[in-house]
T-cell receptor, first 110, second 111 residues
Framework: NAGVTQTPKFRVLKTGQSMTLLCAQDMNHEYMYWYRQDPGMGLRLIHY???????AKGEVPDGYNVSRLKKQNFLLGLESAAPSQTSVYFC?????????FGEGSRLTVL | GENVEQHPSTLSVQEGDSAVIKCTYSDSASNYFPWYKQELGKRPQLIIDIRSNVGEKKDQRIAVTLNKTAKHFSLHITETQPEDSAVYFC??????????FGKGTHLIIQP
């Protein structure tokens, strides 16, 4: 089992560009999450999904969109990137109380 | 929504001493309290957790205590070792809409 896999791991964008982060899990988990991690701010929830075809907003959803068309995939989109979205993004899936994190995706917006 | 406060933000201890990190939460309905360890450049990993029907849980050198009345929980690491150096996050949850994390504690083990 690969667990939770995120792509890409690194990306540099210019302000206004768009991109999609892909999260894939092979553990058949229903719940999936996208967090962002910034220095001194901990992990903040962007969006989450409790099953295929469902999405919901977390603590900091503005500027992001998500889709869960397949149970194993959870996509995070930035339609028009801003420097404030420079961060490390973690995807996670949830099972019986434990969050399983991906390796993280470092995004820089210039 | 839930709000989790974590202290201290940085903790430096001598190797072999104990370390204690404290968290408070706001939502009395929260019933699950995990602790995650994140080494530099790596993903957070679960090290121990506690549920609201238990007051204390131990796993070798680490332990977590929970006081539901006061709405606080703590992580205790005894006989600290260099490999304990990392950022530690507490979290709280009562439902499926994700864990709410504290801002983290950078634990430094001095040789």
């Amino acid at each position: 089992n690969a667990g939770v896999t995120q792509t890409p791991k690194f990306r540099v964008l210019k302000t206004g560009q768009s991109m999609t982060l892909l999260c894939a899990q092979d553990m058949n988990h229903e719940y999936m999450y996208w967090y962002r991690q910034d220095p001194g701010m901990g992990l903040r929830l962007i969006h989450y999904s409790v099953g295929e075809g469902t999405t919901a907003k977390g603590e900091v959803p503005d500027g992001y969109n998500v889709s869960r068309l397949k149970k194993q995939n959870f996509l995070l989109g930035l339609e028009s990137a801003a420097p404030s979205q420079t961060s490390v993004y973690f995807c996670a899936s949830f099972e019986t109380g434990e969050l399983f994190f991906g390796e993280g995706s470092r995004l820089t917006v210039l | 929504g839930e709000n989790v406060e974590q202290h201290p933000s940085t903790l430096s201890v001598q190797e072999g001493d104990s370390a204690v990190i404290k968290c408070t939460y706001s939502d009395s309905a929260s019933n699950y309290f995990p602790w995650y360890k994140q080494e530099l450049g790596k993903r957070p990993q679960l090290i121990i957790d506690i549920r609201s029907n238990v007051g204390e849980k131990k796993d070798q050198r680490i332990a977590v205590t929970l006081n539901k009345t006061a709405k606080h929980f703590s992580l205790h690491i005894t006989e600290t070792q260099p490999e304990d150096s990392a950022v530690y996050f507490c979290a709280a949850s009562n439902r499926a809409d994700g864990l709410t994390f504290g801002k983290g504690t950078h634990l430094i083990i001095q040789p």
